[in-house]
């Protein structure tokens, strides 16, 4: 009779304390705030200014579980809508500072054409999404390229790749 009683207690306690111990969705490690630093891989003496502030530039994301996110690159907000597909996360970009993605593509050819203190930007490939290789364990999330997206021109134009980390995770 022991043994029974025993048996039930183990059996209530599994039906208790299991369905929290649940491993969690890919979807559900995603879904929170991430941190990104930017890696430079170009030649060192190649950058100018934006390898200057490429050390200090981390771009932070925030996955929502809607499918949204929000991020915030240097100062700029960007908003749009994100998608599991895979080891790839990709995200659609709806929205920066506050204009349609065409409005701001338009708005930034405009002021930044011939400023010889900056990296000349291609935006000819802008309107692809950007995508997002999930690291192991679900610890990074990262671009393979930042030229897929924005191609840098010139002699000053950096190469590399964004890596985000969850906030708060242990490095």
């Known amino acids: 009779m022991l043994r029974l009683g025993n048996a039930f207690c183990l059996l209530l306690i599994?039906?208790?304390?299991l369905p929290g111990c649940s491993v969690a969705s890919l979807e559900d490690r995603i879904i929170g705030q991430w941190k990104g630093k930017v890696e430079l891989t170009s030649d060192p003496s190649r950058g100018g200014?934006?390898?200057?502030?490429?050390?200090s530039f981390e771009p932070t994301i925030n996955?929502?579980?809607?499918?949204?996110?929000d991020m915030t690159v240097a100062v700029i907000p960007?908003?749009?809508t994100w998608a599991l597909q895979g080891s790839k996360i990709t995200l659609n970009i709806l929205e920066i500072s506050g204009q349609s993605k065409a409005d701001f593509k338009k708005r930034a050819e405009r002021?930044?054409?011939?400023?010889?203190?900056i990296p000349q930007v291609d935006f000819s490939?802008?309107?692809q999404p950007v995508v997002l290789d999930i690291g192991p364990e679900v610890k990074?999330?990262?671009t393979s390229d930042i030229s897929r997206n924005?191609?840098?021109?010139?002699p000053l134009a950096p190469s590399g790749r964004v890596v985000f980390k969850r906030l708060g995770a242990p490095d």
């Open 14 to 17: 599994a039906i208790w304390v």
């Open 49 to 55: 200014t934006f390898r200057i502030g490429a050390d």
């Open 63 to 69: 996955f929502k579980p809607d499918k949204t996110f």
């Open 78 to 80: 960007v908003k749009g």
């Open 111 to 117: 002021e930044l054409a011939g400023n010889p203190f």
């Open 125 to 127: 490939k802008a309107d």
């Open 140 to 142: 990074t999330l990262g």
């Open 150 to 154: 924005l191609s840098f021109l010139g």
